[in-house]
């Protein structure tokens, strides 16, 4: 695993053997490297649990517009309790907002929210209501949603005690650009500062998550066609597996525990210079989910993905397997931060076929 490659610097991903209690390899894998895969979250705090109970959270901002006293605070009992540490907001009027500045060099965007990027924010939340979340740049909404405390962030059987996840399948509203654009400070707002976006408002939001979408987050071996296997890679059929498991550390210090994983395989053929790996020539990817088939990750779990090949005879890159702790293949609204444990990775080849 030392060889494999992350597809992005460590601002965005991680890759890092661990060890040590909990960190023990595959039974009948001992010796075999366990390494964390993980994306970040690119909101440092988004977790809340660096925060003190009854103020507001770093970088969270309330905006009075007037009425009643509202109300910004972690809470960690009660109702509307997420996990753990949770942020709680009260308005009580279309002017209020909860503000976030995203590009506030200290408690802000990690990679700064960067111009001309794409982002994706993702959060869980609890309302006996409606909520509003925006993006504006303090004096023009960019593109705000509203959504509910109902069923799959519906008005069906809305409820303080039904924990849903942004984005819900249900939202009204105008999305916002596609990519960021250049003014010195963007918010993520709850609440609008177009008034007639907005209303009374209450919730507890917890796992804030920014995740940049316009990037790929894999990690990577290239094989050429004899040394870097211990026999040829003729063409067959192949199978790829890894071992993987919930990392032990998720859910403290602002991380999150990967629910959906994307293997690949990928090979076949020559670019038209005849000298690189041609990504598009052949491909097999498959996604794994968290609880689906029996797996809960709890323990090590054994994954694969299945692909034919006609293989060039070359000492040209011919081959590559990856693996990706999140859902990549239906969009950027699958993606998500989260970590996953990997392990003891092997490539069989099947010259008859697939048992």
């Not at 709890?298 to 005879?313: A, K």
Request: hydrophobic letters at 30%; charged letters at 20%; a negative charge.
């Amino acid at each position: 695993l030392a060889k494999w490659a992350a597809d992005q610097p460590t601002t965005y991903m991680n890759y890092e053997q661990v060890s040590g209690t909990g960190y023990e390899p595959p039974s009948g894998h001992d010796g075999a490297d366990v390494y964390r895969l993980e994306i970040k979250n690119l909101v440092a705090n988004g977790d809340f649990e660096n925060s003190t109970i009854g103020a507001a959270p770093s970088g969270w901002v309330l905006f009075p517009g007037g009425g009643s006293p509202d109300t910004l605070e972690i809470v960690d009992s009660g109702s509307g309790k997420i996990y753990d540490k949770t942020m709680h907001l009260k308005l009580d009027n279309a002017l209020d907002r909860v503000d976030f500045n995203v590009r506030d060099t200290v408690n802000g965007a990690i990679d700064g929210f960067l111009e001309n990027s794409s982002y994706l924010v993702r959060f869980n939340y609890r309302t006996p209501g409606a909520l509003v979340f925006e993006l504006n740049d303090t004096s023009v909404s960019l593109g705000w949603l509203k959504f509910f405390g109902g069923e799959n962030g519906g008005k069906t059987n809305i409820t303080i005690t039904n924990l849903l996840e942004f984005p819900p399948a249900e939202l009204k509203g105008s999305f916002p650009d596609e990519t960021v654009g250049s003014a010195s400070d963007y918010y993520f707002s709850f609440g609008s500062v177009d008034s007639g976006n907005s209303g009374p408002q209450e919730g507890y939001i917890d796992n804030f998550r920014l995740i940049r979408t316009d990037l790929k987050y894999r990690l990577r071996l290239l094989l050429n066609y004899a040394d870097d296997t211990s026999e040829p890679l003729i063409s067959g059929s192949y199978r790829f597996s890894v071992y993987v498991k919930r990392d032990p550390s998720a859910g403290t210090n602002n991380r999150f525990a990967s629910n959906r994983i994307s293997l690949g395989i990928t090979g076949g053929g020559v670019s038209s210079s005849g000298m690189d790996f041609d990504e598009s020539s052949f491909s097999n990817y498959h996604q794994y989910y968290d609880g689906v088939d029996g797996q809960d990750w709890s323990d090590w779990s054994r994954v694969s993905v299945d692909l034919t090949l006609q293989i060039p005879n070359s000492s040209s890159r011919v081959m590559e397997v990856s693996i990706c702790p999140t859902d990549d293949s239906q969009g950027a609204l699958y993606l998500n931060a989260g970590s996953i444990l990997v392990s003891a990775p092997s490539l069989e080849l099947f010259p008859d076929g697939f048992p």
